[in-house]
């Protein structure tokens, strides 16, 4: 069946060429194989699809790894490091995919669709003047400013195994944002943040939710949870517009992960948030067994689309990824639950608590909106023949035919693939 919503998807095939260096345990690749995988199921037909326009406006810092040993001041103040270290096309990388992100946040400020699809942003760790957990530009607080712009208040839920620190900090305290990160918590486990008495402060307080979770969580556990912190969320905040930050670390055997989730579980969470029929934003984040990485966020674009996915991978660049079953979905996992009922109940209790501590939907002032952080296609007409566009923003305005051929000529063939 044919989603009656309309769709944009973002994706800029040079956010997956980017290397964070040997043995990081980020690989955007995750990305293109994602992509791909999305296109062997036909998915891209049901959508609207764009590379992002709006990263040039992005201030540009002259750091490569062969120049970085001349800004060691710096490094250590933006705690760019192991990390997150530099690397080549580092600032290209920011772009795309907080481009991707803000553009995305413009579409549907302008009506232009109803999910827009960033699967490359979600980088939820950055602070105003840090990187910090393999993030450098916090694309979700910028895409969720847009998003302010066109509406009194924004909901922002996160499922990736790591708290939702960036985004929850820079909207501590204010009540036109309500953050919901359900994350795994204690053990010294990164980033150290999220506990259940992180509520927000000033006029922010009570509209920061905190979701701590152990290790083993699985579905039944996670979605009963979730849907009931949700559904009173939605009632009583009443959004409009909402984020959906998808991190795949908190799937069942994820390299940095703890948790049991399958994708059905992962998903289960995408279909229901999908169910207020309020503006979405949807973006990746964490998730580093790449090739589950790349079957969750295709059966959660299928979600999206309303689209049943069949189990059996079709043919595709990446196929002896997916070996040797090459089957989309992955079982739950077998990690100890330690999260029991009573500790679970505790947790929703004092979620819905202070939920109570909110009289009602907060409201704002009549202003003017300021512009959109969007940039339109250049007009040839208007352009200034004696001043050169350089052949990189060109290429940005263009959308290529053989980006989606359905045969063996399809470009991406010809690539080697790490």
Known sequence: ?????????FYDGDVGSVYFGPNHPMKPHRLCMTHHLVL????HKQMEVYVSNTCCLFHFYLITPDTQHLFSNELAKYNLGEDCPVFDNLFEFCQIYAGGTIDAACRLNNKLCDIAINWAGGLHHAKKCEASGFCYINDLVLGILELLKHHARVLY??????????VEEAFYFTDRVMTVSFHKY???FFPGTGDAKEIGEREGKFY???VPLK????DSSFTRLFKTIISKVVETYQPGAIVLQCGADSLAGDRLGCFNLSIDGHAECVRFVKRFNLPLLVTGGGGYTKENVARCWTVETGVLLDTEL?????????????GPDFSLKIPHGHIENLNSKSYLSTIKMQVLENLRCIQHAPSVQMQEVPPDFYIPEFDEDLQNPDER?????QDKHIQRDDEYYEGDNDNDHQMDIA
């Open 40 to 43: 062997s199921y036909d998915l």
């Open 186 to 188: 204690g053990d010294m």
């Open 208 to 210: 920061a939710i905190n």
């Open 310 to 322: 069949p189990n059996e991978i079709p043919e595709n660049v990446y196929i002896k990824y997916f």
């Open 157 to 166: 839920i996160d499922i990736d195994v790591h708290h939702g620190d960036g």
């Open 215 to 218: 290790d083993g969580i699985d």
């Open 1 to 9: 069946m044919r989603s009656k919503n309309r769709i944009s998807y």
């Open 389 to 393: 566009i350089d052949q990189h923003t």
